[in-house]
């Protein structure tokens, strides 16, 4: 079965820092692209990172230059690294794969992401001031 388990998140206070990690289960990493997504109570869900089969990566505005996305295929893991973090990036974090060759695709746990081919569980940041 095609999955993603998430790790990482909790609660800090503003201005420190997170890491979240998500590893693949059920098909070939190095298929895959990963996204970041993440939706607070009542808002859209949004696209925050992606990082590419390269390595290349691209990034929301609001959290350029503070949130750096990665991927290691040794550990068929895919993390998103969270610095100076603020109130506002509190919301439930969800990652994303786009697998190569696999047409399923499904809109996330909360049902209003973008369709992808599998997703996390979820894990919520908490920051406060």
């Known amino acids: 079965e095609v999955s993603l388990v998430e790790s990482g998140g909790g609660s800090v206070q503003a201005g420190r820092s997170l890491t979240l990690a998500c590893t693949g289960r059920?098909?070939?990493?190095?298929?895959?692209?990963f996204y970041w997504y993440r939706q607070a109570p009542g808002k859209e869900c949004i696209e925050v990172a992606f990082i590419g089969y390269y390595g290349d990566t691209q990034y929301s505005d609001s959290v350029e230059g503070r949130f750096t996305i990665s991927r290691d295929s040794t550990k068929e893991s895919a993390y998103l690294q969270m610095k100076d973090l603020r109130p506002e990036d509190t919301a439930v974090y969800y990652c994303?794969?786009?697998?190569?060759?696999?047409?399923?695709?499904?809109?996330?746990?909360?049902?209003?992401?973008?369709?992808?081919?599998?997703w996390g569980q979820g894990t919520q940041v908490t920051v406060s001031s």
């Open positions: 994303a794969a786009h697998i190569w060759g696999n047409r399923d695709k499904t809109s996330g746990p909360s049902g209003d992401c973008p369709p992808q081919n599998t």
């Open positions: 059920g098909f070939t990493f190095n298929d895959a692209q």
